[in-house]
């Protein structure tokens, strides 16, 4: 048997810190295995769809630390970031949150950690003290008075007592050197193997994200073409055909008195310019220019100020983004003041653009919060109500993001767009 080296003991200490920490939060595993235990009979009632966004969230918290630690310990790398969850969810959502391979992920560590991490984290104690105990107290047993002798697991009352108890102590030693990177290994190789999905369920939900932002862009392709083709009917087309009636009865005027055809004439001018002006808005629809001018920051600026309702804008943690990122960040930001100024009632708004590094790439954040009399809520195309926060979240899925609407009655309204910048 080789004696242990200085590295060995170095590495027998991370391991036993590793297993002492998972004791530790061994109590925060029991105490959301309680409080799910408890919550389950009132699911059936409904009362426990309250909470149950809590207590899903912290099990997510919970299980990505452990990922982490276990991750930080094996040296590996974590495949995917977690996910987050936050904000208010109807019943059908609650219901996919509870049934997400996420939730079977996080529940099956749940009962894994449970049932071993305090087991490991004891031995992890028990087996180095015991060595050190035994080895170190039993060659004094002529120290105890007769009527209390030393006693641990033998009672030691002569030389080949104590002799057997250094040998307890040395077996002690020897599985505390065997067994604790074993349980450490153990534990870690098995929070990963749990939380970390196999390569087949990653590619396929990546697979089902790419479908469904796919027919996101589609949607929002159309939706834009449509309206863009509203406004190229209603407003130059008109203009234009105004144009030419202009145009004609000034020829007629023209055959007879030149003079009569100089207000059909100016009228015709008119026309022409109210058309003009309609064709660059339209094209300032599809891109604005002022993005390229000065940038989304300025661009934000530029429509925070003819807001009708007082705005402020934060752009501090603003980065630079993708041309399309942007432009989407434009028209997102630009919707949901519209919907304030329409719909909210607010006396105020606050905007804030930055950018958050996330572990895959950067993510582009828009918050618009108003102090209006909220109640928003985000309904289908051709409801009648809401489709101005459609038409947000169907630009953002576009891009493979999201949003995000905190809306309670007497408000605050809170709308969060996140825009992934790897696009």
């Known amino acids: 048997m080789r004696w242990p080296t200085q590295a060995g003991l170095r590495a027998r200490a991370a391991d036993a810190v590793f297993l002492l920490r998972e004791a530790v939060y061994w109590l925060a595993s029991l105490g959301i295995l309680v409080a799910g235990l408890v919550l389950l009979p009132f699911l059936s009632l409904g009362i426990g769809l309250y909470a149950l966004p809590t207590v899903l969230g912290t099990l997510d918290l919970l ?38 391979p996420e939730t079977k992920r996080d529940l099956s560590w749940l009962l894994f950690h449970a049932a071993f991490a305090l087991l490991a984290g004891a031995l992890a104690i028990a087996l180095p003290v015991g060595a050190l105990l035994y080895l170190l107290v039993s060659p004094f ?12 697991t033998i009672t030691i009352t002569s030389w080949p007592a104590a002799f057997l108890g250094m040998l307890l102590g040395v077996v002690y030693g020897a599985a505390a050197w065997l067994l604790l990177p074993w349980m450490a290994r153990r534990l870690s190789e ?83 310019t109210e058309a003009l002006a309609g ?47 942007e432009s989407a960040a434009y028209f997102v930001l630009a919707e949901a003041l519209t919907n304030a100024a329409k719909h909210s009632g607010a006396f105020r708004i606050d905007v804030v653009l930055r950018t958050e590094s996330a572990a895959r790439e950067d993510v582009l954040v828009v918050e618009v919060t108003d102090d209006g009399r909220g109640g928003a809520v985000v309904s289908p195309v051709g409801s009648g109500s809401g489709t101005g926060l459609a038409g947000i979240a169907r630009r953002a899925a576009a891009f493979g993001g999201r949003l995000v609407l905190s809306s309670p009655a007497g408000g605050p309204t809170k709308v969060r767009v996140e825009l992934p910048c790897a696009f």
């Open 279 to 325: 064709l660059r808005a339209a094209v300032h629809d599809i891109y604005p220019p002022v993005l390229d001018e000065l940038g989304l920051g300025g661009a934000a600026s530029a429509l925070t100020s003819r807001s009708p309702i007082p705005c402020s804008l934060d752009v501090a943690g603003l980065l630079r983004a993708p041309a399309a990122v």
């Open 190 to 272: 098995g929070t990963l193997a749990i939380l970390s999905p196999r390569r087949y369920d990653e590619l396929s939900r990546r697979i089902q994200d790419l479908s469904a932002a796919r027919a996101s862009a589609l949607a929002a392709h159309a939706a834009e073409l449509r309206r863009i083709e509203r406004e190229l009917h209603d407003g130059a087309q008109n203009r234009l055909v105004g144009v030419v009636m202009m145009l004609g009865l000034a020829q007629r005027a023209a055959e007879t008195d030149p003079a009569a055809a100089v207000p059909f004439l100016t009228r015709a001018q008119d026309a022409a």
């Open 63 to 100: 299980a990505a630390r452990a990922q982490g630690r276990s991750a930080g310990f094996a040296g590996a790398v974590i495949p995917f970031d977690h996910r987050r969850l936050h904000g208010r969810y109807s019943f059908g959502e609650l219901a996919s949150l509870v049934t997400a």
């Open 141 to 152: 047993w002529m120290l105890f008075p007769a009527e209390t002798p030393l006693e641990m």
